[in-house]
């Protein structure tokens, strides 16, 4: 059984346990999650329907039934050509699952159009959202999940040596020239696109969590907020690191990046199974605040990565999500002071059995080789 078959029969078993009917998923990370095929969203309808009980159907247009076929292993493909009503073949399609009044789950990201076409051709339905079922499957990761995600983590971290190493020839380029160079490193190093738009944030822009990457010039001392990861076998990487490119930061700077050092060392060591993901990012956020930075530390501790690099669970004040072996997730505290800087160190961990290991290994520190 391939790890897709054995996702979708868990996925079967929650919907039969929790009475609901009928998983309706289109082209996203869920659908392929459940079934190993990967498709961008598009204007034809293409769905894959999971009932409680019984064998799973691919609807697809007929242009897709081979790429369907050799990715997955779902026997059932219905097909419907470009010259026919789709919705009307949906309709017989549904119709063998006997939903009735029945209850439907269907995909979070699903267009508008298509859920309203669902809606019509199963009008006495309830509707609810596929990540009921699917968010707790996926917190938890397989051995594949973390070997890819482990491997995208390894070619963030050679990338942010390699780019750090830069030191002082980093200095005169703008942040989208850095951006580029930082993305093409990544694809040179084996990685398959980017996990998100590469951040590269320089001195004041910093300050901004989620600053693009501009064209301001960097400068010497500057601090320079790198965020980015690429993907292997569609799973994400996301590395954070505040780096200086020649010259010497200000103390000020220096004292905070110490201070967001300690206190993510102290996030990582509060992950065990057992805790809660607001106990970790509890630990965080009380060695800023004891610091005297608690409002200058806007965001969440950290986020759920997988298929989606921002996904359940969440390391957010009060979060009650029970940490569980295989869960994996940012630890990322940072400060930000407007119109100076920005810090943020970022590390991606999996839950252990008795603890936790770091996905990431590559210099905390803000020196560059020619600081």
């Known amino acids: 059984m391939t790890p897709f078959e054995r996702r979708a029969r868990e996925a079967q078993t929650r919907l039969a346990d929790r009475g609901d009917d009928l998983l309706a998923l289109f082209p996203s990370r869920n659908l392929f999650y459940a079934t190993g095929f990967a498709e961008e969203p598009g204007e034809r309808h293409l769905f894959f329907l999971l009932p409680a009980t019984g064998d799973p159907v691919f609807f697809v247009p ?142 004041p822009n910093g300050a901004k969590p989620h600053h693009g990457s501009g064209d301001r010039i960097v400068e010497a001392g500057d601090p320079v907020v790198l965020d980015f990861g690429t993907r292997v076998d569609e799973y994400p990487s996301d590395q954070t690191r505040t780096v200086v490119f020649g010259g010497d930061p200000s103390a000020a700077f220096c004292e905070v990046h110490a201070v967001v050092r300690e206190a993510q060392a102290a996030a990582v060591a509060a992950v065990e199974p057992g805790a809660r993901a607001g106990d970790v990012d509890a630990a965080a956020r009380e060695v800023i605040e004891a610091a005297g930075y608690g409002d200058r530390f806007i965001h969440r501790t950290g986020h759920g990565v997988g298929l989606d690099v921002h996904e359940e669970p969440y390391i957010v004040a009060g979060g009650g999500v029970e940490l569980e072996p295989g869960m994996v997730f940012s630890v990322e505290p940072g400060v930000y002071v407007p119109g100076e800087f920005g810090v943020r160190i970022e590390d991606l961990v999996v839950v252990t059995d008795d603890g936790c290991e770091r996905l990431n290994e590559s210099e905390r520190g803000w020196a560059s080789p020619a600081t």
Do not use: C, H, N
């Open 62 to 203: 007929e242009l897709y039934e081979e790429q369907v076929r050799e990715a997955s292993r779902v026997d059932d493909v219905r097909t419907w050509a470009d010259d026919e009503d789709p919705t009307e073949r949906l309709r017989a399609v549904v119709g063998e699952f006997d939903v009735g009044r029945g209850r439907v789950l269907v995909d979070d990201t699903m267009w508008a159009r298509f859920t309203q076409d669902l809606r019509d051709v199963l009008p006495d339905a309830s509707f609810g959202l596929a990540s009921e079922v699917l968010a707790p499957l996926r917190r938890r990761k397989d051995d594949a999940e973390l070997d890819a995600i482990r491997r995208a983590s390894r070619i963030a971290d050679r990338v942010v040596d390699d780019v750090r190493a830069l030191g002082s020839d980093a200095v005169g380029m703008t942040e989208a020239e850095l951006a580029r160079e930082i993305e093409r490193r990544l694809v040179a190093a084996g990685g398959d696109g980017l996990s998100f738009e590469t951040i590269v944030g320089s001195g």
